[in-house]
């Protein structure tokens, strides 16, 4: 079992990813802003963080950069519209693990959570 972080401000898509993610056994998280996904970083430590871009506030970016900075670096899906080969070389650059572009197919949300989970040593003190 993991806990997995999703952070967007629409809130359809983060109940969709909720009803994705409890059927593979894990234990979804919601924030709607980047501080609060830091702040849930900070306190629930999780093991993968799947967030979009665009963010009231500061961006899916700067949430992917928190979540790289703990140690071990929580492994970040990123999720955006916006599928642009500058915005995939920023990603890619801050260390993020994965994209997905919007609108996605359940099918694929799946798998790379899946993926990115599959080589993480989880915690086993929850």
Do not use: W, Y
């Not at 961006?59 to 970040?76: E, F, Q, S, W």
């Not at 260390?95 to 798998?111: E, I, M, T, Y």
């Amino acid at each position: 079992m993991a806990t997995v972080l999703v952070v967007d401000d629409e809130p359809d898509l983060v109940t969709n990813c909720q009803r994705l993610l409890r059927p593979l056994g894990h234990v979804p998280l919601s924030a709607s802003t980047a501080a609060d996904a830091i702040a849930v970083i900070d306190r629930e430590v999780p093991d993968l963080v799947v967030t979009d871009l665009r963010l009231p506030g500061p961006d899916g970016l700067a949430v992917a950069r928190h979540a790289r900075t703990r140690i071990p670096p929580i492994p970040v899906l990123l999720i955006s519209a916006d599928d642009s080969p500058s915005l995939r070389d920023a990603a890619r650059e801050i260390g993020v693990n994965a994209f997905l572009a919007k609108p996605f197919a359940n099918a694929a949300f799946r798998q790379a959570v899946e993926r990115l989970l599959g080589g993480r040593d989880l915690r086993t003190d929850r």
